[in-house]
């Protein structure tokens, strides 16, 4: 495959277990493509779309990521926190990102739409002004974590100890403020 893209269109092509590194990807569309358990380190993605395309366990070390838009995506066990850091930027809409990694990712006002985050790590990690828009934050973990301005107002299953994290001015509501102190073992009701 050759290795600059521009304002190309992949559609249901199979990557599944495939190595493509080094190749540059700029205002590409990939549709309804199989990525899983394949390698793409070192890769450059701008300006790009992935809509209901499979990547779970892909591997993005060394990969620029900026202007991405997954869009009913899996993207399971993928280790964002390998990426490149320079301008890293991205949002998910009603992508399933189970057992993903962000430790310690500066990925301020990153969007999650309708999206599971189940036993996520966002440890060590800037989150400022991120929003968490009806998403299931299960067994995530948020240590460390920078937290300020963070919108949470209709996540849920969230666990966050205001101990070990900066929360300040985070937006929570009222039905999912046990998140916050469920290490007291107390009863709300």
């Known amino acids: 495959m050759e290795k600059n893209h521009e304002n190309k269109v992949f559609e249901k092509v199979n990557f599944s277990n495939k190595e493509l590194k080094n190749a540059t990807f700029e205002k590409c569309k990939f ?13 450059t993605f701008n300006d790009c779309s992935f809509d209901n395309c499979n990547m779970s366990m892909v591997k993005l070390s060394k990969s620029k990521v900026t202007h991405v838009h997954f869009v009913n995506c899996k993207l399971i066990g ?7 850091d320079f301008l890293f930027s991205a949002d998910f809409n009603n992508c399933l990102l189970d057992y993903t990694s962000f430790a310690g990712k500066k990925i301020p006002k990153i969007k999650f739409t309708n999206c599971s ?7 060590n990690a800037d989150l400022s ?12 973990v948020f240590n460390k974590t920078i937290l300020g301005k963070v919108d949470f107002t209709t996540a849920y299953n969230f666990t966050i100890d205001p101990e070990f994290n900066s929360i300040k001015k985070a937006k929570f509501s009222r039905n999912t403020i046990q998140g916050l102190l469920t290490k007291h073992d107390i009863v709300i009701e």
């Open 129 to 140: 002004e991120s929003i968490f828009l009806n998403c299931n934050l299960e067994g995530t």
């Open 78 to 84: 993928i280790n964002f926190n390998e990426c490149n």
């Open 31 to 43: 549709v309804s493509c199989d990525f899983s358990n394949s390698n793409l380190s070192s890769n």
């Open 117 to 123: 985050l189940k036993e996520s790590n966002f440890s």
